[in-house]
């Protein structure tokens, strides 16, 4: 198992863009989760091994998660940022929340995955 490690942060102005790198290994699938100040880990976008892909309501249509199998790397680009989207991003793989393993939705599984140590996005208005 790779430990993951994201890269690509950043402090950008609303509407603008960011993609964030991981580079991990997985046997079920590999995610993105995020954490603004006093407010809980939420899931972000999953793809697992299968290569189906769920995305949190709140970014659909304007993030996209992805894959490079061959460089153990996932990828979320993420466009039209909006401040709410500020927040720690963190890399993630094996993960399981009370709905099941890989899923986003539902509360953390504590203990559970493989967890990168985060990113940092900031958009600002």
């Known amino acids: 198992q790779v430990q993951p490690v994201e890269s690509g942060g950043g402090s950008v102005q609303a509407g603008g863009s960011l993609r964030l790198s991981c580079v991990t290994s997985?046997?079920?699938?590999m995610g993105w989760f995020r954490q603004a100040p006093g407010k809980e880990r939420e899931g972000v976008a999953v793809i697992d091994s299968r290569g189906v892909i769920d995305y949190v309501d709140s970014v659909k249509g304007r993030f996209t998660i992805s894959q490079d199998k061959a460089k153990n790397t996932q990828y979320l680009q993420m466009n039209s940022l909006k401040p709410e989207d500020t927040a720690m991003y963190y890399c993630?793989?094996?993960?399981?929340?009370?709905?099941?393993?890989?899923?986003?939705?539902?509360?953390?599984?504590?203990?559970?995955?493989?967890w990168g140590q985060g990113t940092q996005v900031s958009v600002s208005s």
């Open positions: 997985s046997r079920y699938c």
């Open positions: 993630a793989a094996d993960f399981r929340t009370s709905h099941g393993t890989c899923y986003i939705r539902g509360t953390l599984k504590a203990g559970v995955g493989y």
